[in-house]
């Protein structure tokens, strides 16, 4: 590998900067998060690059990894390899893109983990980070050329990350690798050193970031953001002529277009999604694949897709045993296959969507049946949902016949992606307003809690008292939809997505109260206590205020509660004799 070392001045700690971007937070983060290393600016958005080709003799190979300091294990190479290349049944010739998801081998912190934590707690949930998978987007190639023993070129540019922001990166990764297949690594190596120079992934902030002659202007959404809703992105200094590509969005993919091979079960397959089904997506080739399996675990936004979900799955996977066997059921997983093979080894599965090349023509679709599963003898069958499930819910005729009125007045595909998006979310959201009321009426009352004592204790989730709630306060106050509203809930209570949910809102509701105490704590004369108390008193009360300090850092607490802590603490030592002074002012000290 031939790429040369950067010289460590070119973009961290060195003096080019670009003209109008914001100052990154890291510049301004306290403590041991100011000092950034070379490519930990690079880090914050990829883990690393690989050019993955074909080798007559070793089959597919990681040719070039980038940074050269990037560790990926044996098993993350091995999946890279054979997730970076369609099945040879696709037959993808010119240029195709996708994306794949891959267990992670092993836990990794990187230099300024701490920061990236803080752009996490900003984040909606369902784009917060998964700490056990990688995400890889993949640009291959594939075109005929005599000069080599094969005759045809294949190789795959794929940018690997933590961030599930497929929008963004397939927007990067067309502009950057057809002129990579051309200049080869020198190329590479000035494109990861843009990257290198790119301000942190702020929620919320408009961001300008350079790459290869171009300047991407993206904001990434914030958990603040009201669900349903594209934030305008905001004007800053950099002249808008510098500005190629304004995204309207980093994550979202084309809804509308993914789900219309089946148009007329979006509804059963909402269902299926909420309740952690198990799901095989059946395409002709990987863009279907993953296009799919990202539109279906995105119908349920703004609640998050607690499961696994492979966009793009192969037989070569390290997980391929552990999903395919027939000694137990089938997990709670989507995958998106195209090996005619998984037509047979996933037979046994109870969901199965089939689907055909995605095409957007100005045809109807026409009313498909629910097809039964043991009609599902090949990867050639028929398009579309091959299941016994009986769906919980009335359809909703309306948005099928507003949708069909779209595709014959030629209606452009964003437009009907919105309709269908906000058709989602307002089906996801009259399902779980009844939730969040019930699990907000676990929490204490405020003036149950004691600076004194403990933080109180969240009361007990209790399914039937819940079900109670539903005839007064239930889905039917936001929706029309008819059916057994009460059979969905007691499945989804049952489901991974919901007990994912749960501990999510269980761990903020005990963060808040943790919040609240120590708010009431820092109303209190502690220095008054302390001088009543003992010296042992005093100094046990310091070092749980310490604690509580360090603590406090994850905790949704008003602004001016940790500094008026520390004045606390600081007022306490004080008062104390000289030599436990010098004590406890170095106790906690990192």
Same mark, same amino acid.
């Given at each position: 590998?031939?790429?040369?070392?950067?010289?460590?001045?070119?973009?961290? #700690?060195?003096?080019?900067?670009?003209?109008?971007?914001?100052?990154?937070?890291?510049?301004?983060?306290?403590?041991?998060?100011?000092?950034?290393?070379?490519?930990?600016?690079?880090?914050?958005?990829?883990?690393?690059?690989?050019?993955?080709? !074909?080798?007559?003799?070793?089959?597919?190979?990681?040719?070039?990894?980038?940074? %050269?300091?990037?560790?990926? +294990?044996?098993?993350?190479?091995?999946?890279?390899?054979?997730?970076?290349?369609?099945?040879?049944?696709?037959?993808?010739?010119?240029?195709?893109?996708?994306?794949?998801?891959?267990?992670?081998?092993?836990?990794?912190?990187?230099?300024?983990?701490?920061?990236?934590?803080?752009?996490?707690?900003?984040?909606?949930?369902?784009?917060?980070?998964?700490?056990?998978?990688?995400?890889?987007?993949?640009?291959?190639?594939?075109?005929?050329?005599?000069?080599?023993?094969? #005759?045809?070129?294949?190789?795959?540019?794929?940018?690997?990350?933590?961030?599930?922001?497929?929008?963004?990166?397939?927007?990067?990764?067309?502009?950057?690798?057809?002129?990579?297949?051309?200049?080869?690594?020198?190329?590479?190596?000035?494109?990861?050193?843009?990257?290198?120079?790119?301000?942190?992934?702020?929620?919320?902030?408009?961001?300008?970031?350079?790459?290869?002659?171009?300047?991407?202007?993206?904001?990434?959404?914030?958990?603040?953001?009201?669900?349903?809703?594209?934030?305008?992105?905001?004007?800053?200094?950099?002249?808008?002529?510098?500005?190629?590509?304004?995204?309207? +969005?980093?994550?979202?993919?084309?809804?509308?277009?993914?789900?219309?091979?089946?148009? !007329?079960?979006?509804?059963? &397959?909402?269902?299926?999604?909420?309740?952690?089904?198990?799901?095989?997506?059946?395409?002709?080739?990987?863009?279907?694949?993953?296009?799919?399996?990202?539109?279906?675990?995105?119908?349920?936004?703004?609640?998050?897709?607690?499961?696994?979900?492979?966009?793009?799955?192969?037989?070569?996977?390290?997980?391929?045993?552990?999903?395919?066997?027939?000694?137990?059921?089938?997990?709670?997983?989507?995958?998106?296959?195209?090996? $005619?093979?998984?037509?047979?080894?996933?037979?046994?599965?109870?969901?199965?969507?089939?689907?055909?090349?995605?095409?957007?023509? #100005?045809?109807? $679709?026409?009313?498909?049946?629910?097809?039964?599963? /043991?009609?599902?003898? +090949?990867?050639?069958? /028929?398009?579309?949902?091959?299941?016994?499930?009986?769906?919980?819910?009335?359809?909703?005729?309306?948005?099928?016949?507003?949708? %069909?009125?779209?595709?014959?007045?030629?209606?452009?595909?964003?437009?009907?992606?919105?309709?269908?998006?906000?058709? !989602?979310?307002?089906?996801?959201?009259?399902?779980?307003?009844?939730?969040?009321?019930?699990?907000?009426?676990?929490?204490?009352?405020?003036?149950?809690?004691?600076?004194?004592?403990?933080?109180? %204790?969240?009361?007990? !989730?209790?399914?039937?008292?819940?079900?109670?709630?539903?005839?007064?306060?239930?889905?039917?106050?936001?929706?029309? *939809?008819?059916?057994?509203?009460?059979?969905?809930?007691?499945?989804?209570?049952?489901?991974?997505?919901?007990?994912?949910?749960?501990?999510?809102?269980?761990?903020?509701?005990?963060?808040?109260?943790?919040?609240?105490?120590?708010?009431?704590?820092?109303?209190?004369?502690?220095?008054?206590?302390?001088?009543?108390?003992?010296?042992?008193?005093?100094?046990?009360?310091?070092?749980?205020?310490?604690?509580?300090?360090?603590? #406090?850092?994850?905790?949704?607490?008003?602004?001016?509660?940790?500094?008026?802590?520390?004045?606390?603490?600081?007022?306490?030592?004080?008062?104390?004799?000289?030599? *436990?002074?010098?004590? &406890?002012?170095?106790?906690?000290?990192?």
């Amino acid at each position: 590998m031939s790429l040369r070392k950067r010289d460590e001045t070119d973009g961290v #700690g060195g003096s080019t900067k670009l003209a109008g971007s914001p100052e990154a937070p890291e510049e301004r983060a306290p403590g041991r998060c100011l000092s950034l290393l070379p490519w930990d600016r690079f880090s914050a958005w990829l883990h690393c690059v690989c050019v993955v080709g !074909f080798d007559l003799e070793l089959g597919q190979a990681v040719e070039v990894v980038y940074p %050269q300091h990037a560790k990926l +294990t044996d098993k993350e190479k091995t999946n890279i390899c054979y997730l970076s290349f369609p099945d040879s049944n696709s037959g993808c010739l010119g240029d195709t893109q996708f994306c794949f998801r891959f267990r992670q081998s092993s836990s990794r912190k990187l230099s300024w983990h701490c920061l990236l934590d803080q752009f996490d707690r900003d984040l909606p949930i369902y784009l917060k980070k998964d700490p056990a998978y990688y995400y890889g987007y993949v640009y291959f190639r594939q075109v005929q050329d005599k000069t080599l023993k094969r #005759g045809y070129f294949q190789k795959s540019l794929v940018l690997i990350s933590k961030l599930p922001y497929i929008h963004f990166f397939h927007i990067v990764l067309g502009h950057i690798a057809p002129e990579y297949f051309e200049k080869n690594e020198p190329f590479l190596e000035a494109a990861c050193s843009d990257i290198d120079r790119w301000p942190s992934p702020v929620p919320g902030k408009t961001l300008h970031l350079p790459i290869m002659g171009i300047v991407i202007k993206v904001r990434i959404p914030t958990c603040h953001d009201k669900p349903g809703t594209t934030e305008v992105l905001q004007t800053a200094h950099q002249p808008a002529a510098q500005i190629s590509i304004a995204l309207p +969005t980093v994550h979202e993919v084309d809804l509308f277009r993914c789900f219309l091979p089946v148009f !007329f079960h979006i509804q059963m &397959l909402w269902e299926l999604v909420l309740l952690g089904e198990p799901l095989v997506v059946m395409a002709p080739s990987p863009s279907e694949s993953s296009e799919t399996v990202l539109a279906l675990v995105s119908c349920i936004s703004p609640l998050k897709y607690y499961s696994d979900f492979r966009p793009y799955f192969t037989i070569h996977d390290s997980e391929f045993k552990e999903y395919t066997t027939r000694t137990q059921a089938p997990p709670s997983v989507i995958l998106g296959v195209t090996n $005619p093979f998984f037509a047979k080894t996933l037979q046994h599965w109870p969901h199965i969507i089939r689907i055909g090349d995605i095409k957007l023509s #100005g045809e109807v $679709p026409k009313q498909v049946k629910v097809k039964k599963l /043991k009609n599902l003898k +090949t990867l050639d069958s /028929k398009p579309g949902v091959y299941t016994s499930y009986k769906p919980y819910l009335n359809r909703d005729e309306d948005i099928i016949k507003q949708l %069909q009125k779209g595709v014959q007045q030629k209606r452009p595909a964003e437009a009907q992606s919105i309709i269908l998006r906000r058709y !989602f979310l307002e089906l996801t959201q009259s399902f779980i307003i009844p939730l969040e009321r019930y699990v907000a009426s676990l929490m204490p009352l405020q003036k149950s809690i004691s600076p004194w004592k403990s933080p109180p %204790q969240l009361k007990p !989730f209790n399914q039937e008292e819940f079900m109670k709630t539903l005839e007064k306060a239930g889905p039917q106050l936001t929706s029309r *939809l008819k059916g057994d509203w009460i059979g969905l809930y007691r499945h989804f209570l049952k489901s991974p997505n919901f007990d994912g949910w749960f501990r999510t809102r269980r761990k903020e509701m005990t963060q808040k109260l943790e919040a609240l105490h120590l708010e009431a704590l820092c109303n209190e004369d502690l220095l008054f206590w302390s001088q009543k108390h003992t010296e042992v008193e005093t100094v046990d009360l310091v070092l749980k205020l310490k604690d509580k300090l360090a603590d #406090g850092e994850n905790l949704p607490v008003k602004p001016g509660t940790m500094e008026k802590l520390q004045t606390h603490i600081d007022s306490i030592i004080l008062a104390l004799p000289e030599d *436990l002074q010098g004590i &406890l002012i170095k106790t906690g000290k990192m």
